[in-house]
Structure formats: C-alpha cells, structure tokens
C-alpha cells in the first residue's frame, strides 16, 4: 500500500542517523523526529508532505476518473 512506501521511505531517509543510534543527548531530537514522521505516516499518510497529490494520482491511473467511486474509497 502506499502507506508502507512512506513508512519505508522516511526509515530509508533516516537510515543512517537510526543505524548509529542515541550515542549522545544531541541525537535525541533527531530521534524524536523521525519517530514522529512515522507516527504521522501511521495514523494517515495524507499529513505528509506531498502524499495527497501522489496517493490521488496513483488512485486516479488505477481507477479512472470516477468521482464517486473516489470519494466511497475515503469513506
């Protein structure tokens, strides 16, 4: 699904601040961030930058132009 994408897109970001892990206070922050960039793609990944546009566009290809039957898929 297109949330996986997001989820695997800000780990793939982050991989290499993730991988050194919290070896100082002044990595904690950004800790937090991606923590919570993953929160976000979790509980809806339309609060990501950009993800609306890209999510519509890949339901309008496979779909068609069907307002209805977009806007049942919201639901």
């Given at each position: ?25 002044a ?10 960039e ?6 809806h ?26 806007y049942?898929?919201?639901?």
């Amino acid at each position: 699904t297109e949330q996986k994408k997001y989820y695997r897109a800000i780990l793939e970001r982050n991989f290499s601040f993730l991988q050194k892990g919290t070896t100082s206070a002044a990595n904690i922050p950004n800790l937090m961030n991606t923590m919570m960039e993953l929160r976000k793609c979790c509980i809806h990944p339309y609060l990501l930058n950009g993800a609306e546009d890209q999510i519509q566009f890949d339901y309008k290809q496979a779909n068609g132009e069907d307002k209805e039957a977009y806007y049942k898929a919201l639901i």
